[in-house]
């Protein structure tokens, strides 16, 4: 167990790779806010 070992957290950390012991931290992007449609008016 340390270094070398692909399945723990430091092992991944050292391989610099993700997994289960190690997920990957994605930032999560709000939902961009939609303005409400204006109502067109008839031209008369």
């Excluded at 070992?5 to 931290?25: A, C």
Aim: aromatic share 4%; charged share 40%.
């Amino acid at each position: 167990m340390g270094k070398g070992d692909k399945r723990t957290k430091r092992g991944k950390i050292f391989r610099h790779s993700f997994g289960n012991s190690r997920p990957q931290v994605t930032k999560k992007v709000a939902p961009r806010k939609v303005a409400p449609a204006k109502k067109k008016t008839a031209a008369k």
